[in-house]
């Protein structure tokens, strides 16, 4: 009897090329070092404090045939800057590597090490940029998209159609037109992508955050134009803390107005100096950034279990749905509109989470034929478990359903997931699962968790 295999080789990271990263040096290296990961659909960056590397896996099938990655060293702070979190942010057509910084800065890199952007959230350590892929529950096909910069009781959110439109300006500038640019010293020629910042330290410091998604305005509040955000987060004092955002728009327009117009007069103002004092050489003194101030965050509720800490956050598509891992080894189901833990599982330290949709209870000549258009329906929203310690895999079926799969994983694997679906665009009908994806970084297999159960 042939022997039934949970997971589907898809390419081969040349991890003999990441020695600098400590590859190779002992077994089990991916998981024993602090290294940051993100994938994409063809690219695998992986980085640690001063150094990132971005691997293609989509073009090669075979380990020898794999492309030399492209390094990425970013310009840090002399006073010890570090990255702390790295995040592939696809919108349409554009693509772009996000990396945050111990001091509070957002760096955006292409594929090719060119930087893009850089710019200041807020003091403090970045913990975790979390780019999301929104479905609109009116028009199935059609997405919305958002980073979230979560720091120490700080969160910052991105609207995607900015990112977008800041995105498509650098694109399109030539080439000549960038290095022009960056020779003049002109950093912010592009401007300042308009942002949204909250005070979440009501409860305590985050150790991890996430928006979840809008929420209704509060009660017997006069009907505005503001948006109201939900906001979970996890951290020491309050194990899961929930917050309502407000979003502010008028300081978000006038942010926009001053981001756009105020780089380009400075540099007018400068270009015009240096033609008429050019034998001066005065070093000008640079202007110390400030930060945007807070919008208004309303407290909902905590909960607070001394010693059990929050540590990680998982969100499912919709958002609706947390897998929160604490200190005690144990992870928390939890549903985010009703702010009430629906599953609890023990025995998990170390425990990673991605929600991931499989092919459940239905017939398998039927799933896979060619003439099947595959919906949302067909699929059923899972939770996968990564128990290092335990060396497995197990996949559970949401809310309340029963362990579905369990799959042995070598000691050294990481379990992945890109930050938008393979294949999801308006012009498909067909829905792109949310999939998970297994690295050994000894032998540096790429593989996905098998959709169908057989």
């Not at 990255?83 to 349409?92: N, R």
Request: proline share 6%; net charge positive.
């Amino acid at each position: 009897m042939a022997r039934r295999t949970h997971t589907t080789a898809v390419g081969w990271v040349p991890c003999d090329e990441l020695s600098e990263l400590g590859a190779g040096q002992k077994e089990g290296w991916l998981t024993d070092s602090p290294l940051l990961a993100s994938l994409h659909s063809r690219y695998l960056a992986l980085a640690d404090a001063s150094l990132v590397f971005v691997l293609g896996w989509e073009e090669y099938r075979q380990p020898s045939s794999a492309a030399r990655p492209v390094r990425i060293r970013p310009s840090l702070s002399p006073s010890g800057g570090k990255i702390t979190a790295v995040e592939w942010i696809a919108v349409d057509d554009l693509l772009a590597l996000a990396l945050g910084t111990s001091d509070g800065y957002l760096l955006f890199y292409s594929q090719e090490a060119d930087q893009i952007h850089k710019q200041f959230v807020y003091p403090g350590r970045v913990l975790r940029l979390r780019f999301r892929e929104i479905e609109d529950k009116f028009l199935g096909d059609s997405f919305s998209y958002e980073l979230c910069v979560v720091m120490p009781g700080v969160i910052a959110r991105f609207d995607g159609s900015d990112i977008k439109s800041f995105l498509q300006r650098w694109f399109n500038d030539g080439w000549e037109g960038k290095l022009q640019k960056t020779e003049e010293g002109e950093a912010d020629t592009y401007g300042k992508i308009p942002h949204q910042v909250w005070n979440v330290s009501k409860f305590g410091a985050c150790a991890d955050a996430a928006i979840t998604g809008i929420m209704p305005p509060p009660l017997l509040e006069l009907p505005s134009r503001d948006r109201y955000y939900r906001a979970t987060t996890v951290g020491d004092d309050a194990v899961i803390s929930a917050y309502r955002l407000s979003e502010d728009r008028s300081r978000s327009l006038v942010g926009t107005i001053l981001s756009k117009v105020v780089p380009v007069t400075f540099s007018t103002i400068a270009s015009f100096s240096k033609m008429i004092w050019w034998s001066e050489q005065v070093q000008p003194k640079k202007p110390e950034v400030k930060p945007q101030s807070f919008a208004k965050a309303s407290p909902l509720t905590c909960l607070k279990d001394h010693p059990r800490k929050g540590e990680k956050l998982t969100l499912s598509p919709s958002g609706s749905l947390a897998a929160i891992t604490d200190s005690l080894g144990r992870i928390l189901l939890l549903d985010t509109q009703a702010l009430v833990v629906v599953r609890l599982w023990k025995g998990y330290r170390d425990a990673s989470c991605l929600f991931m949709e499989m092919f459940v209870g239905r017939d398998k000549a039927s799933s896979s034929s060619a003439h099947h258009e595959q919906t949302k329906s067909d699929y059923c929203l899972c939770l996968a478990i990564h128990a290092p310690k335990k060396g497995i895999i197990e996949i559970w079926k949401m809310r309340t359903g029963p362990c579905l799969l369990t799959i042995q994983c070598p000691k050294g694997s990481k379990i992945l997931q890109p930050s938008t679906r393979f294949g999801s665009s308006s012009t498909s009908s067909s829905h792109a699962p949310l999939e998970v994806f297994l690295w050994n970084g000894d032998s540096g297999q790429l593989s996905v968790l098998n959709r169908v159960i057989s």
